[in-house]
């Protein structure tokens, strides 16, 4: 069975910077491109980063401040969050990717975390 679980979520005042983990469970990633996603409330889910084995992706809402990682020896994947604004809050989910490339597209991940809740109060 796999199994993709966030934690590191937390509240944090703007200008703080936050951890999030996922750790893979049941399926080896390595290959297949990794994601990081955010909903906020009454929002649709939207990409926020992506990583492979080339390179990283990031929305322009976070690039220059969020950073992805991975460990593949340990199948977990990694978002740094820094310089965290008001508008950051969100539940955030760790996707595994269907393919090798970073798509920003939902319908391209197969597997999802349960998410992990993100508040930057102002």
């Known amino acids: 069975q796999v199994q993709l679980v966030e934690s590191g979520g937390g509240l944090v005042q703007a200008g703080g910077s936050l951890r999030l983990s996922c750790a893979a469970s049941?399926?080896?990633?390595?290959?297949?491109?990794m994601g990081w996603f955010r909903q906020a409330p009454g929002k649709e889910r939207e990409f926020v980063a992506g990583?492979?084995?080339?390179?990283?992706y990031y929305s322009d809402s976070v690039k220059g401040r969020f950073a992805i990682s991975r460990d593949n020896a340990e199948n977990m994947v990694f978002l740094q969050m820094n310089s965290l604004k008001p508008e950051d809050t969100a539940v955030y989910y760790c996707?595994?990717?269907?393919?090798?490339?970073?798509?920003?597209?939902?319908?391209?991940?197969?597997?999802w975390g349960q998410g992990t809740q993100v508040t930057v109060s102002s």
């Open positions: 996707a595994g990717g269907r393919t090798s490339i970073i798509y920003t597209e939902l319908s391209q991940y197969s597997y």
């Open positions: 990583i492979n084995w080339s390179g990283v």
């Open positions: 049941g399926h080896t990633f390595s290959n297949k491109a």
